[in-house]
């Protein structure tokens, strides 16, 4: 069971993977002429680094990679953008607080995948021990980074708007 476990956990992950990147450059597109421009498009780099420091752990696991997960998490991601956010024509600022909460649990369930494989490398003899480390790492600063670009954006949004009148 334990290498069907990982098969299905790794390409569980890939899927949310692919997700990831397409949403973080999302993100950083729609965040190139804003001040946080260089904050989302090092975080679009980084995510997509990391899908690749996946397949490499998978490689070296033995996981080969599920294209129906990979394509299946990339057709979420795109329709997930499908939601209402009160406008019709252009976005809303609602849509950056739910996309960098959607990126904050999509960079909290790999930095759980990355502490999840440092004993099944250690076990297993393959793969790479300290780069897991660093990954792990990598992830605790990627979820800093987007709880900061929230709160901004919550900021923005949220604040100074009276909810009078309003019900729902």
């Known amino acids: 069971m334990g290498d069907k476990a990982l098969t299905i956990y790794l390409n569980d992950h890939l899927a949310g993977a692919t997700a990831g990147v397409e949403l973080s450059r999302r993100i950083a597109r729609e965040h190139r002429a804003s001040a946080c421009a260089t904050e989302t498009q090092g975080l679009a780099d980084e995510i997509a680094q990391d899908r690749r420091s996946l397949r490499a752990v998978m490689d070296s696991l033995d996981v080969k990679p599920r294209r129906y997960k990979v ?20 976005r809303a ?53 987007v709880d900061a670009l929230h709160d901004a954006a919550a900021r923005a949004t949220l604040s100074g708007h009276t909810l009078r009148g309003h019900r729902d």
Do not use: C
């Open 71 to 90: 394509y299946g998490g990339w057709v979420a991601e795109k329709a997930a953008r499908f939601k209402p956010n009160g406008r019709l024509h252009r």
């Open 93 to 145: 600022g609602l849509s950056d607080l739910v996309e960098f909460e959607t990126l904050r649990l999509g960079i909290q369930g790999k930095h759980e995948m990355w502490q999840a494989l440092v004993p099944v490398v250690a076990e297993t003899g393959r793969g790479d021990a300290p780069a897991l480390d660093r990954l792990i790492d990598r992830a605790r600063s990627q979820m800093a980074a």
